[in-house]
């Protein structure tokens, strides 16, 4: 039987970048065209990645070793321009949260007027422009210049992200900019950390309790109301295969909990407007409390998507029509 997809593959903005370069085979090192790869070499036992630099220069001609280098330690993605003076001081300040994390994760530098390429798969149509990448698929993460706290908090949302997938490699570069930076982030609130070691461990229960936790000392807390969410997610889908969950729910279309674990796949697999398409098409015909399922699960998975993500508004839009 088919066995579930990675989290990864329902990442909000997801691009296929595959066109842009020849990737080399799963489990092979690729090479560069000159001078030495960026991989460097093999991965260390301990999950280690021994890199040129922490800061590297992403072009159209090696991104996909940088594509492949995301299935090990995740790779921040900061698009640029020289003729923008915001974007060059945007990447100052990138480059410094980066190197503060201490090779939790690798930059890349794109320069948008010499890799034109790039510019339109991650749909930079603004500089500068921040993503993520994670096991080959990209996260779009903000447009224009944010400051270092909230950089920091970005990424730290990233990091999570990443350990879902599995994604927990470090990398440590042979130039200085592998020196530890003199204002390193702030780390993790305590729960949020405690979530993070959870989800590393596929433990999706404690993490759940750990968020939940975090909420009930600051029901403002953003970034908990996104990790319970995603791991919520990842709760329900464990164990579970695609046929299984396909099949359930073709066997009992009146079985509201099966539509909604079909909603939860088609979204994991990065389907976003059919599983939002299918809750709202479920909707009309629920009694009230079926109805309040729907509008639950359909706030959650925003949270999950992202509320800046575009397929958002329109959809909150619907639900409230539909509620009114």
Not at 61 to 86: H, Q
Not at 117 to 145: D, E, K, R
Not at 253 to 273: F, K, M, N, R
């Amino acid at each position: 039987m088919t066995n579930m997809p990675p989290f990864g593959s329902n990442l909000r903005g997801a691009v296929d970048l595959s066109s842009l370069v020849n990737r080399a085979p799963a489990g092979t090192t690729p090479a560069a065209d000159t001078g030495a790869s960026i991989a460097g070499g093999a991965a260390a036992p301990s999950g280690t990645v021994t890199l040129p630099s922490l800061v590297l220069e992403g072009t159209d001609a090696n991104f996909g070793e940088l594509l492949d280098l995301s299935s090990r330690v995740p790779v921040v993605v900061g698009l640029w321009a020289s003729r923008s003076e915001p974007s060059t001081q945007l990447m100052v300040v990138l480059e410094k949260v980066v190197l503060g994390f201490a090779g939790k994760f690798v930059l890349a530098r794109v320069d948008i007027d010499s890799n034109p390429q790039l510019a339109q798969a991650f749909q930079a149509q603004s500089v500068p422009t921040v993503a993520a990448v994670i096991t080959g698929q990209p996260v779009q993460l903000f447009n224009g210049a944010l400051g270092e706290d909230q950089i920091t908090e970005v990424l730290g949302r990233v990091l999570e992200l990443a350990a879902q997938q599995g994604v927990t490699g470090t990398a440590q570069a042979t130039e200085a900019d592998a020196e530890p930076v003199a204002a390193t982030p702030e780390p993790l609130p305590p729960h949020h950390l405690e979530a993070y070691t959870a989800i590393e461990a596929g433990d999706y229960a404690t993490a759940q309790s750990e968020y939940r936790t975090a909420l009930a000392q600051n029901p403002n807390d953003t970034m908990a109301v996104a990790g319970l969410a995603q791991v919520s997610l990842l709760a329900r889908l464990q164990g579970k295969t695609i046929d299984q969950i396909r099949n359930g729910a073709a066997s009992a279309p009146d079985d509201l909990d099966a539509q909604l674990l079909v909603a939860d796949l088609d979204l994991s697999g990065g389907h976003i407007e059919d599983a939002f398409d299918r809750l709202l098409g479920l909707f009309p015909a629920q009694p009230a409390a079926g109805r309040n399922t729907i509008r639950e699960r359909l706030l959650e998975l925003f949270e999950v998507v992202g509320q800046d993500d575009p397929r958002v508004p329109p959809t909150r839009s619907r639900l409230t029509a539909l509620l009114y």
